[in-house]
Every structure is written in C-alpha cells, then in structure tokens.
C-alpha cells in the first residue's frame, strides 16, 4: 500500500520528537503507517472499528493509537474529543466535514502541521465523489487556513486516476 504523494513530500515536516500525528478518517491506514515508519506516534482515527483491528493485527499498531470516531454524529462528541487533543499535526486524505475545521486547527498545537488533500467540485467530470458536501469550492481550503503559514498549496487536475483535487500543507502560527 503507498502513502499519498503529498505526505511523500512533506511528510518530513513532521518529527518523531514532537509528539503524536492523528490520521484523520484513515480507512486502510497507508497514510499513517507511512509515518509510523519514520518512528512517529500516530494515531489512527476511522468510523470503522474493523479498520482499526486490523491495523492492530496485521500492522503492529497498539490499540490504544487507534480511535474508533464518528466525527460527524448529532452528539458531536467525538469532535469535542479531537478539540481538546494538542498534536504536532494531523494528515486528512479524501475526507471532507466542514463542521470539524475548527476542532482540527484547535487540535494543532503552535507550529504545528497540517496536511490536508481531498476533492473539489471540479471532480464531478470524474465521478464521486459528486455530491456538494464531499467536494471543496474554489479556494475554500486556502481560506480556511488563512491566518496559518501555507507551506504548499495546489488546487486542479491530477492523472493516474484523473481527480481535481485541493492539497494543502500549513503551519499553525
């Protein structure tokens, strides 16, 4: 399984020596474990509890790095809990919840990274994701992290699977 090219890049921005990474939405855990290779605390974060386990079993992941989170329930409680983290960063790949921007850059500690990659409404000539709340608007992720140093940012078209996506990398100020 490979790791996202932007977190190829910039992965080194983040130390083992600064503390915990969450992989946010991590599915399959490519990401991360990319991370955990270079000897950073990661924790692994995912709807799906199955997911987790398997990180555990299959990947030497200790159960207590891995958080089974519906950050988009009614009670909100899971976000409340990633408000309150304090992390040297947070990696997002191909996960869009509006409500949870807040909690992530008050999860950041100061001079802490952000390494964000997910779709734009120009994605719907490729398929899904085509639905409004999965897809960022023009420029949408810049905005959302004005008063932070952006380090890197891209937004367009990319091959091999064609995709329009957002990618972001920031610094918390």
């Not at 329930?73 to 191909?94: M, W």
């Not at 719907?124 to 008063?147: A, I, M, N, S, W």
Request: charged letters at 25%; glycine letters at 6%.
């Amino acid at each position: 399984m490979l790791s996202a090219q932007l977190l190829q890049d910039y992965g080194h921005l983040l130390k083992p020596e600064h503390g915990q990474v969450l992989d946010l939405a991590c599915g399959k855990g490519q990401n991360g474990l990319y991370l955990k290779e270079q000897g950073i605390d990661v924790l692994f974060a995912d709807i799906k509890q199955q997911v987790l386990d398997s990180l555990v079993t299959d990947d030497n992941v200790l159960q207590q790095n891995t958080w089974c989170a519906d950050f988009e329930s009614d009670s909100q409680t899971d976000a409340l809990k990633l408000n309150k983290l304090q992390l040297q960063g947070i990696i997002v790949f191909r996960y869009l919840h509006r409500p949870l921007f807040n909690a992530l850059q008050q999860a950041v500690q100061p001079g802490g990274i952000i390494i964000y990659e997910t779709f734009t409404e120009a994605n719907r000539v490729f398929g899904r994701p085509h639905r409004e709340q999965f897809l960022l608007k023009k420029d949408e992720l810049k905005t959302l992290f004005k008063d932070w140093d952006i380090l890197f940012y891209f937004e367009g078209i990319k091959h091999n699977p064609n995709r329009a996506i957002a990618q972001i990398v920031c610094k918390k100020r």
